[in-house]
């Protein structure tokens, strides 16, 4: 009987340890850094991050820094992809999917020249309060492009 316990009591304490497929599943995030605003790469990073959001439902989010700010400027130019949709059209369907677009405020001010007022609707300007618990959560895994 103490055989039987001790074996229950250690199957119990490696159980808390342990986690189940679906529970590491439901933590994952994915962080994509995309410092582009060449038409090629920022479709790909934003097509794969709106294919993990909806596909693998793990929550997304997309930091744009360096040049690419300049794709979230509602009044700059709307270049087509192959597809036949814009990167404002593909970034506005990642965040009507549940995506999390965040801004990089010294790019937008040094590099883009923009203001928050400047933004897609439903981008968000980052920052230590948005931009860090994205990036540091455990389970995160980054792209950068």
């Not at 087509?80 to 790019?107: N, Q, R, W, Y």
């Not at 001010?109 to 928050?116: E, R």
């Not at 007022?117 to 980054?142: C, E, I, N, Q, R």
Request: charged letters at 20%.
């Amino acid at each position: 009987m103490k055989v039987v316990n001790a074996a229950l009591c250690l199957i119990f304490v490696l159980g808390m340890f342990v986690q189940s497929p679906l529970a590491s599943e439901a933590e994952k995030s994915l962080f994509v850094n995309l410092t582009s605003n060449e038409i090629n790469r920022a479709a790909m990073a934003i097509n794969i991050s709106t294919r993990v959001l909806r596909q693998k439902k793990i929550p997304v989010t997309i930091f744009l820094n360096v040049d690419g700010v300049r794709l979230v400027d509602k009044d700059g130019a709307e270049h087509k992809h192959a597809s036949g949709k814009s990167l404002k059209h593909m970034l506005t369907e990642f965040i009507d999917a549940g995506g999390t677009v965040l801004a990089c405020p010294m790019c937008m001010k040094n590099v883009g020249g923009l203001t928050k007022d400047d933004l897609l609707t439903g981008v968000v300007v980052g920052g230590s309060d948005t931009t860090w618990p994205a990036l540091f959560k455990d389970g995160v895994t980054v792209l950068s492009y």
